[in-house]
């Protein structure tokens, strides 16, 4: 079956540092994978969106990878700030989406 | 524009009860979802409607779930009858497509429902 795994253990980040989360995927061959973003009580934020054909995309402090043959997504975020800390989702998906469960980070002071 | 609005925010039940979450999507979207989100599972595509037919309602757990879309503007999610086991936050998002993985899924704040 199609799994989405993301790491469920929390990455905590100096600030200013870049923080890498990652996004692996099996039995499935998506076309597109979704960024989001969660705080605590709210619903998920979408942030990026990038498609099997782009090897790379940025957004601000954001960049997002797609590696299809690896079948993994990374997901940066440079010069990290405190206001960063929030739990970020994957989701891939061609015909609906699936989200993973997402990873915790911590972008200590 | 006001956003995705759910209601209630907070929702404490006992099993047994039926169980009524409502959810108003953004004016012009064409696309509802409803999910479910638990530490377990993370978040589960339960439903979703498009031009409020529903689509895709695989997610739906058993038959004590059941959703429907009468207009644009207004959907609901009924459990009847609730268990503890449905305790968890009930998300509904809309999009402005057909509800494809290219669309931006625009999210409400959710319904934390407790069921005792």
């Known amino acids: 079956s199609q799994k989405i795994e993301q790491n469920s253990e929390a990455l905590n980040i100096q600030e200013g540092k870049t923080a890498t989360l990652t996004c692996n995927y099996t039995?499935?061959?998506?076309?597109?994978l979704q960024w989001y973003r969660q705080d605590p009580g709210r619903g998920p934020v979408f942030l990026l969106l990038?498609?099997?054909?782009?090897k790379e995309k940025r957004k601000e402090r954001l960049k997002v990878t797609f590696d299809t043959t690896l079948k993994q997504s990374l997901f940066h975020i440079t010069a990290s700030q405190p206001a960063d800390s929030a739990t970020y989702l994957c989701?891939?998906?061609?015909?609906?989406?699936?989200f993973g469960k997402g990873t915790r980070l911590h972008i200590l002071p | 524009d006001a956003g995705v609005i759910q209601s209630p925010r907070h929702e404490v039940t006992e099993m047994g009860q039926e169980v009524t979450l409502r959810c108003k999507p953004i004016?012009?979207?064409?696309?509802l979802f409803w999910y479910r989100q638990t530490m377990m599972r993370g978040l589960e595509l339960l439903i979703y409607?498009?031009?409020?037919?529903?689509?895709?309602d695989s997610g739906m757990p058993e038959d004590r779930f059941s959703a429907k879309m009468p207009n644009a503007s207004f959907s609901t999610l009924k459990i009847q009858p609730s268990e503890p086991r449905d305790s968890a936050v009930y998300f509904c998002?809309?999009?402005?497509?057909?509800?494809?993985?290219?669309?931006?899924?625009?999210f409400g704040p959710g319904t934390r429902l407790t069921v005792l």
């Open positions: 998002a809309s999009s402005l497509g057909g509800g494809g993985a290219t669309d931006t899924q625009y």
């Open positions: 039995n499935y061959s998506p076309a597109y």
């Open positions: 990038i498609r099997e054909n782009e």
């Open positions: 989701a891939l998906g061609d015909d609906k989406i699936i």
């Open positions: 004016s012009g979207h064409n696309s």
């Open positions: 409607f498009n031009n409020n037919v529903p689509i895709d």
